[in-house]
């Protein structure tokens, strides 16, 4: 088991905003990247994807947590490797929820679609053209981004849509806005 620590903003920004470079075929070197990111994120819990960048690579490999819609809400699958995904159709934008390893304790509600078709190649070196709907549209598109150094508060439409998370008085869970300092 090989965990891997985890770029922070906005301390590591700079290795955060690097755009990553295609990968030319999936052998050892990669499948090893992807046995850490999934390393990595198994010792998180709660995240739902993680980004070579995060790791300090910058290589087109991200893992999603692709999971199912039920009347309980969305529920995470386990890590899937996506290689040089590409986002190749896009729609159905709207706002929900978003966070990020990268962003410890913070929360933000983003703008994304809710529908995209991309291609790429599986961990296997297979090509795949897939159509992701709904919050897994979301989360994929969250680590695509990744790989063009872009990060969920690039998509906040107002800074008020940022916010942690905190126990109030009454035991419940609150939202408390909060003002990043860029
Ligand atoms: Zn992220």
Redesign the pocket.
């Known amino acids: 088991m090989t965990t891997r620590k985890i770029l922070i903003y906005p301390e590591q920004q700079d290795e955060l905003r690097k755009p990553s470079t295609s990968v030319d075929a999936v052998n050892r070197p990669v499948r090893r990247i992807i046995r850490d990111l999934r390393d990595t994120l198994e010792a998180h819990g709660n995240g739902v994807g993680l980004?070579a960048p995060?790791i300090n690579i910058h290589q087109n490999i991200v893992l999603v947590c692709v999971g199912t819609e039920s009347e309980g809400g969305w529920q995470a699958g386990p890590p899937r490797a996506l290689i040089n995904p590409q986002i190749t159709l896009e729609r159905d934008e709207r706002k929900d929820f978003d966070g990020?390893?990268?962003f410890p304790g913070l929360y933000g509600e983003t703008i994304r679609p809710h529908y995209i078709q991309v291609v790429g190649q599986d961990e296997n070196g297979q090509a795949f053209d897939e159509i992701f709907e709904g919050f897994n549209a979301v989360v994929v598109h969250?680590e695509i981004d990744?790989l063009k150094g872009v990060l969920?508060i690039d998509r906040l439409q107002t800074v008020e849509d940022l916010y942690t998370l905190q126990e109030n008085e009454r035991g419940e869970i609150t939202k408390v806005p909060f003002y990043l300092k860029r």
């Open positions: 980004a995060q990020c390893l990268s969250h990744h969920f």
